[in-house]
């Protein structure tokens, strides 16, 4: 889910999940640039965190002609946490209040927005992205490195102000541990040298792992 304050131009999204393990208190590797967290009423249960949308720092398609299913690479940078701007710490106290009135629905594993005749959405931010997830995620270690497979069923939405188009999709999504460990880190260390030299095990992995599951279908 993304919110959007318009006049400034400053986009930040709100990442919800259930079902993490019990007093867990750090967010899943797919929580990056985070901003602070936010507590939802009634819902110790559920985690949430306010973050800046990913930064890319690499993207490319890998061409696999006897397959019937797009292949995509994407490389995210950024901390895993961002030092808050002075200026933009009053729209995080109003929004992060605001949406810990959200209310997820449990028996379709859906959040909703507070309900407009009690909470409306303050003046100058807007809704234009939503999209939800059921994940399994798998780990797995090939060639000394240590990679993270995720099974995703998503639902969402997107919207340009006119109409929404609703938008579903199953994927898997593969994680190298030590590209996010560099990338995310604080020190930002990396080099683009340094992240293709391991392109190979990344893409082994990948080959060895469609393998695997097309001789199960």
Same mark, same amino acid.
């Given at each position: 889910m993304q919110e959007k304050e318009e006049e400034a131009g400053r986009s930040v999204r709100l990442k919800v999940w259930e079902g993490l393990p019990p007093g867990s208190d750090e967010p899943p590797i797919e929580v990056k640039n985070i901003l602070r967290r936010v507590f939802l009423h009634g819902m110790q249960d559920i985690n949430a965190w306010l973050c800046y949308p990913s930064v890319s720092v690499l993207r490319g398609e890998i061409i696999a002609p006897n397959l019937q299913y797009d292949c995509r690479m994407k490389l995210r940078a950024g901390s895993r946490y961002v030092a808050v701007q002075e200026s933009d710490i009053s729209e995080d106290d109003i929004l992060s209040e605001y949406l810990s009135s959200c209310k997820l629905d449990?028996? &379709?594993?859906?959040? /909703?927005?507070?309900? !407009?005749?009690?909470?409306?959405?303050?003046?100058g931010f807007d809704c234009v992205f939503y999209r939800e997830a059921k994940e399994i995620m798998y780990e797995a270690t090939f060639d000394e490195e240590t990679f993270i497979v995720i099974v995703l069923d998503e639902n969402g939405w997107d919207s340009d102000s006119?109409?929404?188009?609703?938008?579903?999709?199953?994927?898997?999504?593969?994680?190298?541990?030590?590209?996010?460990?560099?990338?995310? &880190?604080?020190?930002? /260390?990396?080099?683009? !040298?340094?992240?293709?030299?391991?392109?190979?095990?990344?893409?082994?992995?990948l080959s060895s792992l469609q393998s695997y599951l097309f001789e199960m279908m």
């Open positions: 449990r028996e &379709s594993h859906c959040m /909703h927005l507070p309900e !407009e005749n009690g909470h409306e959405i303050p003046e006119c109409k929404k188009r609703k938008k579903k999709q199953f994927g898997i999504r593969v994680v190298m541990k030590s590209w996010s460990e560099a990338m995310l &880190s604080s020190e930002r /260390h990396w080099n683009p !040298e340094q992240i293709l030299q391991k392109l190979k095990n990344y893409i082994d992995f």
